[in-house]
């Protein structure tokens, strides 16, 4: 079983719909967990944070579930730009500083 | 300022050939990041340095793989024997002491 598990999608939406992407982990010793946005061809850069109190940022809102061991990133009013995909990612590796990627979920947001 | 800096950007070798890939890190960033991206996946981790200590190893996928890190600033990735199955774009990403870290644009490597 992969550490990081994502739905690949695609998810294909019109402009201002609302999407949410799911993550599960398999580490319940996790503690760090982020939303990665990679477009076509470029480098992956963090688009926030994961806070056990769920956290917003604009029109993006992530939540974890510990217990579930459940991350989710919400997003409002999809702008086209938008378009890319997004990589569900926890802290690991032997040293504890590793980013463990899920396999990403590809949005497409069309006019 | 300067973002990582990833040289070759493409890479072509025949299959046992070696190659040696560079990052260059932000500047006064501590630790580096490899990380290898098959195509269609995620990011996988391969290994980790703080300054030139390398910690963290577990990721290598084979003893053909093997980074360096002398003067804890420039990284060299060398793979050794490269096979078809070694193709993929290989990241490099540097950090603070956080865990915010930024990535390279990538090398493209492609074994025929």
């Known amino acids: 079983r992969k550490e990081v598990e994502q739905d690949p999608g695609p998810f294909n939406v019109p402009e201002g719909a609302t999407v949410a992407f799911n993550c599960t982990y398999s580490n319940s010793a996790s503690q760090s967990f982020f939303w990665y946005r990679q477009d076509c061809r470029k480098e992956p850069k963090l688009l926030m944070s994961v806070y056990s109190s769920g956290n917003e940022d604009g029109r993006f809102t992530a939540q974890l579930n510990r217990a579930s061991q459940y991350i989710s990133l919400l997003i409002r009013d999809s702008k086209l730009s938008d378009s890319a995909t997004y990589l569900c990612v926890v802290i690991g590796g032997q040293a504890g500083t590793a980013l463990i990627f899920g396999k990403g979920t590809t949005l497409s947001v069309s006019s | 300022g300067a973002g990582v800096s990833q040289s070759p950007r493409y890479k072509v070798a025949k299959r046992g050939q070696d190659v040696a890939l560079r990052c260059d890190p932000i500047?006064?960033?501590?630790?580096l990041f490899w990380y290898q991206q098959a195509l269609g996946q995620g990011p996988e981790f391969l290994t980790y340095f703080q300054n030139e200590a390398q910690l963290d190893k577990s990721g290598l996928p084979s003893d053909r793989f093997f980074a360096e890190r002398p003067e804890g600033s420039v990284s060299t990735l060398k793979i050794q024997r490269t096979q078809q199955e070694d193709s993929a774009v290989y990241l490099c990403?540097?950090?603070?002491?956080?865990?915010?870290?930024?990535f390279g644009p990538g090398t493209r490597l492609t074994v025929t």
């Open positions: 990403a540097s950090s603070t002491t956080g865990y915010e870290q930024y």
């Open positions: 500047s006064g960033h501590v630790s």
